[in-house]
Structure formats: structure tokens, C-alpha cells
């Protein structure tokens, strides 16, 4: 007989409930954030509509942008602290900006700027913008010879590679296709080669120093 009347009022009493659950529910966890390191802040303006990061080292600096648009892009390299011409360099790229590194890889108190770019498409085939900072005077070209000179090293090379600054070298290393192989599933390991730098008759030059595969 009062199962009626009742309902209603536990109907009220779960309104209340809730409502104070809601007003006393604790707000979503905020992270606290620190002041970021050059390569953090370069991968938070990656992921925007373009690249744009300042990176230095032995007293010169390097702000490297590009718009990351489409396929066809361009890498502004404008370097500051040169004591003879710090003229921006500017080169033409097909693909986009996918990170930037700073090192002195030939160990002359001067350092050089290596910026990775990545094709468009399923390939994403890299390919490496780069300069050195001549006795920290001006900027030359460093020259990066195509893996397709050298037939073993690009024996089952479809793209996907990575470069990496790593103990004095640039580090390269891409999945190794066999050739049944899907675009999506390459079967043959990893191929990792390890380049120097070294000084070239017209510039400078990385030179496959080791090649290792897992």
C-alpha cells in the first residue's frame, strides 16, 4: 500500500545523490609542465600545420623551418653567430620536415645541422637536408650519397628509414624487404648503417662507415 507513495520520494533521494556526486566529482587530472627542451619544443610546433625549431650548439644556432604542406616543401636553415656570413640557406625538398638535429660529428669545434625529411606516401622515403658550420665562419653543403650507389646496402630497401644522431655518427636504419613481402609487412630484419663525416673535395661528405643488421 505505500510502495506507491514511497516511489517518488526514493525517486528525489537519487536526484539528490547524484546531484551532490556531480558537485563534489573531482576534476580531471592536470599535469603540471616544465619549461621543454629544444627537441620538445620542436615537436610540439611539429604538430601544428608546420616545422619551425632553434637549435645550437658550440655557441651557433640554427632556427629551422619549413611548412610541412603537401608533398613539395622548402627547409629554411637561417644560422646565427657565424663570424663571417650567416645568409639563410634554403633548399627544395620533396616531402616534409620530421625532426632536426645539432652535433659536431667530425669533431673540429664547429657544428653542423642535420635536418630529416620524409617522402609522402605508403614509402615514406628519407632523405637528409644538411650544412656545417666552416670554422664557424659560413656554411657549406654536407652531402649524403644515395643508398642506391652501393648495392648491397640497398638490397630490399623500400624506405621507412629513420635517421639518428648516435655516439659520433649518423645512424640510418630501415626495414629490410624479402620479395614477397607486403609494403606493410617486411620480413627481412633491419639494416642499420653508420655514417662519418668527413672532409670531401668540394665540401663535406658522409661516409658509410659500418653496416649492421638484426
Not at 13 to 35: D, F, H, I, R
Request: glycine share 10%; with cysteine; net charge positive.
Amino acid at each position: 500500500m505505500n510502495r506507491p507513495a514511497t516511489t517518488p520520494l526514493r525517486l528525489a533521494l537519487g536526484l539528490m545523490v547524484c546531484a551532490m556526486s556531480a558537485l563534489g566529482k573531482k576534476p580531471a587530472a592536470v599535469t603540471e609542465t616544465t619549461p621543454a627542451s629544444p627537441s620538445a619544443q620542436g615537436a610540439a610546433n611539429r604538430s601544428g600545420a608546420g616545422f619551425d625549431q632553434t637549435l645550437s650548439l658550440q655557441g651557433i644556432g640554427f632556427h629551422v623551418t619549413s611548412a610541412n604542406a603537401g608533398s613539395l616543401n622548402r627547409v629554411h636553415i637561417q644560422p646565427k653567430g657565424l663570424k663571417g656570413d650567416n645568409t639563410a640557406v634554403e633548399k627544395a625538398i620533396e616531402g616534409t620536415v620530421g625532426m632536426a638535429e645539432v652535433a659536431d660529428l667530425n669533431v673540429d669545434g664547429s657544428p653542423e645541422i642535420y635536418v630529416y625529411v620524409n617522402s609522402a606516401g605508403s614509402g615514406s622515403y628519407g632523405s637528409l637536408v644538411a650544412y656545417a658550420a666552416n670554422k664557424k665562419k659560413s656554411l657549406s653543403e654536407i652531402y649524403l650519397p644515395p643508398l642506391q650507389d652501393d648495392a648491397k646496402a640497398a638490397k630490399g630497401y623500400l624506405g621507412h628509414d629513420e635517421f639518428r644522431i648516435v655516439e659520433g655518427t649518423l645512424v640510418r636504419r630501415f626495414p629490410v624487404y624479402r620479395d614477397n613481402d607486403s609494403n606493410a609487412k617486411p620480413t627481412g630484419g633491419t639494416r642499420q648503417i653508420q655514417y662519418k663525416l668527413k672532409a670531401g673535395e668540394a665540401g663535406w661528405i658522409l661516409k658509410a662507415d659500418k653496416t649492421i643488421e638484426y
